[in-house]
Antibody, heavy 120, light 108 residues
Framework: QVQVVQSGAEVKKPGASVKVSCKASGYTFTKYGISWVRQAPGQGLEWMGWVSAYSGHAEFAQKFQDRVTMTTDTSTDTAYMELRTLRSDDTAVYYC?????????????WGQGTPVTVST | EIVLTQSPGTLSLSPGERATLSCRASQSISSSYLTWYQQKPGRAPRLLIYAASSRATGIPDRFSGSGSGTDFTLTISRLAPEDFAVYFCQYYGSSLGTFGQGTKVEIK
């Protein structure tokens, strides 16, 4: 069965970087993409971007263009999202999701979420 | 940039009642890329409906999606206790994804 497992909670200071991992199993990783979505406390879902595990091509929401990197490691079926220059309003749960497996652009299989706290 | 507006913000209903959730796009969009998700407290979202009207695997047939152009609807024909949750619509197009702000379905 498909599983998507993310790395554990992080606490960072403002200005630091965070790198979240997302390991997929149960499907052919390189045929699809991985999307990243975040959710601030008590708020809705915010699409950050996605990366093709096949080509490495990534697309980002404009607000993250200058601060985010999304990569994949096909040797371990793992995706990574690095967010730099963290601010307090980056405090959120960060989700990854296997994308495009069931249908085009659908976020099909979600990880459990990685809480990231940005605080002095 | 496409903006998705969901209404109502909160829907207060009793088990067994019908729920009708709306998702309106700021301009006409392809229904092929309109998706609905369910999220329960403390949990990751779950795929419900894709391509506006196709149920994902394992989703009960009391859930249905419809719509085209700018207006899309998620209907839950008879609310079961486990259906009380937050529902988000989402669109992917022109290399960008966007979510609606969500509709909370709560027990009346």
């Amino acid at each position: 069965q498909v599983q998507v497992v993310q790395s554990g909670a992080e606490v960072k200071k403002p200005g630091a970087s965070v790198k979240v991992s997302c390991k997929a199993s149960g499907y052919t990783f390189t045929k699809y993409g991985i999307s990243w979505v975040r959710q601030a406390p008590g708020q809705g879902l915010e699409w950050m971007g996605w990366v093709s595990a096949y080509s490495g091509h990534a697309e980002f929401a404009q607000k993250f263009q200058d601060r985010v990197t999304m990569t994949t490691d096909t040797s371990t079926d793992t995706a990574y999202m690095e967010l730099r220059t963290l601010r307090s309003d980056d405090t959120a749960v960060y989700y990854c999701a296997g994308t495009g497996i069931i249908a085009a652009a659908t976020l099909d299989y979600w990880g459990q979420g990685t809480p990231v706290t940005v605080s002095t | 940039e496409i903006v998705l507006t969901q209404s109502p913000g909160t829907l207060s209903l009793s088990p067994g009642e019908r729920a009708t959730l709306s998702c309106r796009a700021s301009q006409s969009i392809s229904s092929s890329y309109l998706t609905w998700y369910q999220q329960k407290p403390g949990r990751a979202p779950r795929l419900l409906i894709y391509a506006a009207s196709s149920r994902a695997t394992g989703i009960p047939d009391r859930f249905s999606g419809s719509g085209s152009g700018t207006d899309f609807t998620l209907t839950i024909s008879r609310l079961a206790p486990e259906d009380f949750a937050v529902y988000f619509c989402q669109y992917y197009g022109s290399s960008l994804g966007t979510f609606g702000q969500g509709t909370k379905v709560e027990i009346k």
